[in-house]
């Protein structure tokens, strides 16, 4: 009798972690398909690496900097915003300049394209 009552105890607690650890899989299997969908979102379909127009270290008059490598990745500053190692795109059909990391960052419309080592996105002047 004791053997048996032993055994419905164990059996349950095995059946417990069978649970969680399902639950645990599943949520790990949500977070990666959620994390891909934001990775995957807000690009434009014309969204291009920005080309050497765009490399350099650039700063405005308000403190924020646009840092653009000529293998396109990026880094932007802003208060307290701040993106460190992710890339620089260019819609030319949406006029804008993103510079994100796993599809997060700031979309910026590109007012005037990098000319003498000049640019102007969402109203800002950006300077070399």
């Known amino acids: 009798m004791e053997d048996a ?3 419905r ?8 972690q069978l649970i969680k650890n399902n639950l645990f899989l599943l949520a790990a299997a949500l977070a990666a398909v959620i994390i891909s969908g934001i990775a995957c ?13 765009y490399v350099g270290a650039w700063s405005a008059k308000d403190g924020s900097t646009i840092t653009i490598r000529s293998d396109g990745s990026a880094d932007y500053k802003s208060g307290s915003t701040t993106v ?7 819609s030319e059909q949406e006029k804008t300049l993103r510079i994100s990391l796993f599809g997060i960052g700031p979309k ?3 007012d005037k394209p990098p000319a003498n080592d000049e640019m102007t996105l969402d109203g800002v002047v950006y300077r070399k």
């Open 9 to 16: 105890k164990a059996h349950k607690v095995m059946k417990g």
């Open 41 to 53: 979102s807000g690009g434009a379909a014309d969204a291009k690496p920005a080309g050497p127009e």
């Open 5 to 7: 009552e032993t055994y």
């Open 108 to 110: 910026f419309k590109i």
């Open 84 to 90: 460190t190692g992710g890339t620089a795109e260019v």
